[in-house]
């Protein structure tokens, strides 16, 4: 910078604005950032939004989805039979079901409702009427529903054995449970995934078109202020706010649910703050022209709709036909999502994730290069 | 860089437009700021006078014509050397709510390769009570000495105010007016544009006055107001209904210098305006001769000439009619 000897007058104003050495200066970069912190934290709303949000978002999906003790399928017994009682208790004592008498109108009404997986009902053997052990069980299921189909196979296990069959052949049992496995493990990761695209976008087009209404950007503008330092606050502000972020789900997600970081969790935290990055890019460059809060929300909306429905946060993005794969897979959110959940649930190392770290990094910069030259700062 | 003409013209422009559209904001504009001088312009809400200054912070750029600016232009790889130099205190700016007095100033500061102390910019502008307070909590006038402060941080060589003191009460606009004051006799530059005559008369060494973005009169305000070649005015109206004046006598009265009409919203007919050199002569002249045309007064004020007359007299409307 040309700072040659400045004439007249900023000397003389020594004696009552100016003192020209001492008046101490922080780098603009860091006053910049600590004013983002600043404005953030004094938004009791905007911290809730980060913060509170997806603890309560993960506290319910993770109750709505718990593994108990797998429970016990219900079964109805029609009570048109004086034994219907006993068939009932004989069935009950399987480990998988419980048996309910019922009329048969309510059996069947239970069935079609999905209140009960099947219906034990009574037949006579044909030309065989008079003796009555001599009646058929008559199951009544819907073949299409898996718990019918498990309630099947083992009420007539449940009754064969009651009848007096033997196995035929010994059998053992092992059972465990994965971790990593259950829903809430798939969930937290995509939790995190959409926490940092919506703080990184919501926190920055707000505050960005509200100082440009305001004409702040345009006061700016006015100073010496290099307009990459300017915008890159927004960025670095957003790094601090991304492991208070994080942590604060993951600790809720360990003390609650036991969900834990199978793999590194420096390559857990460094797969966040590029995914981070990018999304705070993103966020710049949907803001760097909107003059209203409308037109920024509508602008948000746009961009982040696709990737909550497309993006794996919920449920697998696999679901989605093949050819819809190779577009979803360079959505950042994607990237993110399927990075984080490798490393949180696979135990991969960072290394392995270099596709999506790529798709990231480059949605981050050019997202930023792109804001820089089109930013409308008035 | 910064050669000798910038200590005569801090500030230079010459064929300035600026078109919006069909609406031309700035039509042709030539103008010199000295060093040291506060400069005012002058001129009614549309005259042109934020563009011009925005022009001049290289905010806008002109449609044609050449602004220096201590001697540098705009656009020519001088850019940062100049906003280092200037201050800007726009028309209305809001900062961030959210910040503290001394935060904000200290954002501002960080902006600057040099400047003031931010302590001591607080206390210039007064505001040491409030320095912990947030911007959002002040009012009207603490925030507009905290948008000078914020133009002042920077130790500025050229400050430029646009419309400072709009919407202040008086007090807070005197208490302003003494910051301005301040940086005035340290020896720096100031470009200050009000729609206030008494401001633009108290503070300003020359003043341009400005409608329809160009310049119709300049000068040092007290020199403005003898061209009128009176120092009183004698406003008057006459009750409605009544015969029509015939104006050409009331020029020959004595000490009567000039004549305009003003017309008001109202519907029962204008405002005579006369400039009077010797009021002593003209009122009862004037009384005698309104008797004569059977006319009666409906209202009648006499006031010293200021610049706002000047205005009056040049474009037949009152400054603020817009």
């Known amino acids: 910078m040309a700072e040659t000897d400045r004439n007249p007058p900023a000397g003389v104003i020594a004696g009552s604005i100016h003192e020209s050495k001492s008046g101490k200066r922080t780098h603009p970069l860091v006053e910049l950032t600590l004013a983002r912190i ?5 938004q009791p709303e ?21 593994e108990t003790a797998p429970e016990k399928l219900p079964v109805a017994v029609e009570s048109v039979l004086g034994n219907a009682d006993e068939t009932a208790a004989a069935i009950s004592r399987s480990a998988d079901l419980r048996a309910v008498v019922m009329t048969p109108a309510e059996a069947t009404q239970a069935l079609r409702t999905g209140r009960v997986a ?48 033997k196995d035929s052949v010994a059998v053992r049992e092992q059972t465990f449970t994965e971790p990593g496995a259950r829903y809430i493990d798939f969930l937290v990761p995509g939790l995190i995934g959409l926490n940092l695209m919506g703080s990184g976008m919501w926190g920055l087009g707000f505050v960005l078109v509200q100082a440009r209404t305001q004409k702040l950007l345009k ?16 960025m670095l502000s957003r790094l601090i706010f991304l492991v208070l972020e994080v942590a604060a789900i993951l600790a809720f997600a360990y003390f609650v649910f036991n969900v834990k970081i199978h793999g590194s969790t420096l390559s857990f935290m460094l797969i966040s703050l590029i995914g981070s990055l990018a999304f705070a890019g993103i966020g710049l460059l949907i803001a760097a022209r909107p003059r209203t809060i409308e037109g920024v929300s509508g602008l948000m909306n746009l961009v982040m709709l696709p990737m909550w429905l497309l993006s794996g946060s919920f449920f697998s993005a696999s679901r989605f036909p093949d050819f819809l794969q190779p577009m979803i897979k360079v959505l950042p959110l994607t990237a993110l999502n399927d990075s984080l959940r490798a490393v949180m649930n696979d135990g991969a190392p960072f290394g392995a994730n270099a596709a999506g770290v790529a798709i990231l990094s480059a949605w981050g910069l050019i997202s930023f290069l792109i804001a820089l030259k089109i930013f409308r700062w008035q | 860089m910064a050669p000798q003409s910038a200590k005569r013209g801090a500030l230079r422009c010459d064929g300035l437009v600026k078109k919006y559209g069909e609406v031309t904001a700035v039509n042709g504009l030539d103008l010199e700021v000295h060093a040291g001088e506060c400069f005012g312009l002058l001129g009614p809400n549309g005259a042109g006078k934020t563009t011009t200054v925005e022009i001049f912070e290289g905010l806008t750029e002109a449609n044609s014509g050449n602004v220096e ?7 020519t790889g001088n850019d940062q050397e100049m906003r280092e130099r200037i201050g800007v205190a726009l028309q209305q700016t809001e900062l961030a709510d959210k910040l503290s007095v001394e935060e904000t100033l200290r954002l501002f500061r960080s902006f600057y390769a040099r400047g003031g102390d931010v302590d001591h910019i607080i206390r210039l502008v007064s505001l040491e009570e409030k320095r912990d307070a947030r911007v959002g909590k002040l009012s009207g006038g603490q925030k507009q000495r905290l948008a000078v402060a914020c133009a002042l941080v920077g130790a500025p060589d050229l400050l430029f105010l646009d419309e400072p003191t709009t919407g202040l009460d008086p007090q807070a606009r005197l208490q302003l007016w003494g910051v301005i004051e301040k940086f005035r006799a340290g020896g720096g530059t100031i470009m200050l544009t009000t729609h206030y005559m008494e401001e633009a008369a108290r503070l300003c060494d020359r003043v341009a006055i400005m409608d329809h973005g160009r310049v119709i009169a300049l000068g040092a305000p007290a020199e403005l107001v003898a061209s009128l070649g009176a120092d009183q005015i004698v406003e008057f109206g006459v009750a409605s209904g009544a015969e029509e004046l015939r104006e050409s006598p009331l020029l020959r009265l004595p000490g009567v210098t000039g004549m ?34 059977n006319l009666k007064l409906d209202h009648l004020t006499t006031h010293q000439a200021t610049l706002e007359d000047v205005f009056v007299n040049l474009t037949g409307r009152m400054l603020r009619d817009g």
């Open chain 2, 260 to 293: 305009r009409v003003r017309e008001t919203r109202e519907a029962d007919g204008g405002s005579y305006l006369l400039t009077v050199s010797e009021i002593g002569a003209a009122l009862p002249a004037l009384l005698a001769e309104l008797e004569r045309q």
């Open chain 1, 46 to 66: 905007a911290v809730f939004w980060v913060f509170g949000f997806p603890i309560l978002l993960a506290f319910a999906l993770g109750l709505a989805f718990r």
């Open chain 2, 69 to 75: 600016l201590l001697g540098m232009r705009w656009g």
């Open chain 1, 38 to 42: 600043r404005e953030f934290v004094r």
């Open chain 1, 118 to 165: 099947l219906v034990v009902g009574f037949a006579t053997a044909a030309g065989d009427a008079s003796k009555d052990s001599s009646h058929v069980f008559d199951y009544r299921f819907d073949p299409a529903r898996p718990d019918s189909r498990i309630a099947r196979l083992a009420v007539d296990d449940a009754l064969q054995r009651a009848a007096g069959r």
């Open chain 1, 219 to 234: 006061r700016l503008a006015a100073t010496p202020m290099k307009r990459w330092h300017f915008l890159l606050s927004f």
